[in-house]
């Protein structure tokens, strides 16, 4: 079964410093990762994906997620927070192995302070 | 820039009641998707729809749930019998091509009384 966990519920930085929102996983095969983020009253938007190749992936807005197989970790990051990044930021898993199933964490909720 | 839209935007029906859920994808794109999320957390995956069946459904998605692309445009979540439970924001998305880059509507309210 594939899980995905978010340690923080809540996580706040100010503007201009760098920001990284945790995410952990678990599949019994290989995974493809996902980050979408969701401002309020709104659907949830892809931001970067990860498939293969590549630990680092590029996304949207200056995002960016290193895979780290061994930590099964996919953390995001930015190197310089705006205050409009404040969003609900999703991690998502699936097992490359089983299905179109998209398994989201729980959300961890990022609050830029001007 | 294509989107996904879902019709209605919120719905408030009374407990028993058939609810019929609205979405057009985006144009080309194959792969279909419901996801709900309760109180603004948890996306949780109900449906996948591919090649006008099915794919894979979640324990969640019962018999009182159906999905249908009746027409090659909209493709709708019917649930036929609400439950108090069943309050959450519904998510249509749809994928060109199994890429996992989902593009979702804007979601439908159902509130459940």
């Known amino acids: 079964a594939q899980s995905v966990a978010q340690p923080e519920d809540q996580v706040n930085v100010a503007e201009g410093n760098p920001l990284t929102v945790k995410c952990t996983y678990s599949v019994s095969g290989n995974p493809y990762l996902f980050w979408y983020v969701q401002y309020p009253n709104r659907g949830l938007q892809f931001l970067l994906k990860?498939?293969?190749?590549?630990?680092l992936v590029k996304g949207s807005y200056g995002f960016e997620a290193e895979f780290n197989k061994s930590q099964t970790s996919f953390h995001l990051k930015k190197p310089s927070a705006l205050v409009s990044d404040s969003a609900l930021y999703f991690c998502?898993?699936?097992?490359?192995?089983?299905?179109?199933?998209?398994?989201f964490g729980p959300g961890t909720r990022l609050s830029v302070l001007p | 820039e294509p989107e996904v839209t879902q019709t209605p935007s919120h719905q408030v029906t009374q407990m028993g009641q058939e609810v019929i859920l609205r979405c057009v994808p985006i144009s080309n794109h194959l792969y279909f998707y419901w996801y709900r999320q309760i109180l603004g957390q948890k996306v949780e995956f109900l449906v996948s729809?591919?090649?006008?069946?099915?794919?894979?459904k979640s324990e969640i998605f019962d018999d009182q749930f159906s999905v249908e692309r009746p027409d090659g445009s909209n493709f709708t979540l019917k649930i036929r019998s609400t439950k108090l439970e069943d309050s959450a924001m519904y998510f249509c998305a749809s994928d060109r091509a199994d890429t996992g880059e989902l593009f979702f509507g804007e979601g439908s309210r159902l509130t459940v009384l």
């Open positions: 998502a898993v699936r097992d490359r192995n089983y299905g179109q199933n998209f398994v």
């Open positions: 729809f591919y090649n006008n069946e099915i794919s894979e």
């Open positions: 990860y498939i293969t190749g590549d630990n």
